[in-house]
Antibody, heavy 120, light 106 residues
Framework: EVQLVESGGGLVQPGGSLRLSCAAS????????MNWVRQPPGKGLQWVSY????????YYAGSVKGRFTISRDNAKNSLFLQMNSLRAEDTAVYYC?????????????WGQGTLVSVSS | SYVLTQPPSVSVAPGKTARITCGED????VHWYQQKPGQAPVLVIY???DRPSGISERFSGSNSGNTATLIISRVEAGDEADYYC???????????FGTGTKVTVL
């Protein structure tokens, strides 16, 4: 079964750090570009970051650039998001999502999400 | 920056047709996602009007260049969800999601 499972969320104080992980299974992870997308409570989807299959191309949303770092370990079928200098507005469910091969640049597989709460 | 405006809500009776717009000048190719409460989004339309494998043929899409539209025909209670459009903005190298539309089945 094709699957993405996020972990690493939790409660952190403003200014703190957190590292999210996304474990992939059921497909050749090294073949696919990946993304992080977040959703603040009761609000819409916000794209956060993109990484190409070989990590050669990386993009960030303006709101997280300079604070968040996306990375991957293809040998371990894992995607990561290092989040530093966290703010209250970073509070959200964070999803990892696979960029499809078959459907252009859309996201065809999503994890179930992990909640990050930034509060004192 | 890019803003994809969607109507906040659309209400439709069972068996009728729901239309959700996603507006922006020169919008480019649009993907659509369905998100039910407590669940991750699901891709329902890609490249304006194509359906991924496993998605009901009741879902279709169109794009006039200024406005993209998701069309849900013969609406069922199970279609009640939030719907988001998405594009890739090559000028800023960012993905952009629409503001989201809550579809309510009356």
């Amino acid at each position: 079964e094709v699957q993405l499972v996020e972990s690493g969320g939790g409660l952190v104080q403003p200014g703190g750090s957190l590292r999210l992980s996304c474990a992939a299974s059921g497909f050749d992870f090294s073949d696919y570009s990946m993304n992080w997308v977040r959703q603040p409570p009761g609000k819409g989807l916000q794209w956060v970051s993109y990484i190409s299959s070989a990590s050669s191309t990386i993009y960030y949303a303006g709101s997280v650039k300079g604070r968040f770092t996306i990375s991957r370990d293809n040998a371990k079928n894992s995607l990561f998001l290092q989040m530093n200098s966290l703010r209250a507005e970073d509070t959200a469910v964070y999803y990892c999502a696979r960029r499809t091969h078959d459907y252009g640049d859309a996201f065809d597989i999503w994890g179930q999400g992990t909640l990050v709460s930034v509060s004192s | 920056s890019y803003v994809l405006t969607q109507p906040p809500s659309v209400s439709v009776a069972p068996g009728k047709t729901a239309r959700i717009t996603c507006g922006e000048d020169n919008i480019g190719s649009v993907h659509w996602y369905q998100q039910k409460p407590g669940q991750a989004p699901v891709l329902v339309i890609y490249y304006d009007s194509d359906r991924p494998s496993g998605i009901s043929e009741r879902f279709s899409g169109s794009n006039s260049g200024n406005t993209a539209t998701l069309i849900i025909s013969r609406v069922e209670a199970g279609d009640e969800a939030d719907y988001y459009c998405q594009v890739w903005d090559s000028s800023s190298d960012q993905y952009v999601f629409g503001t989201g539309t809550k579809v309510t089945v009356l």
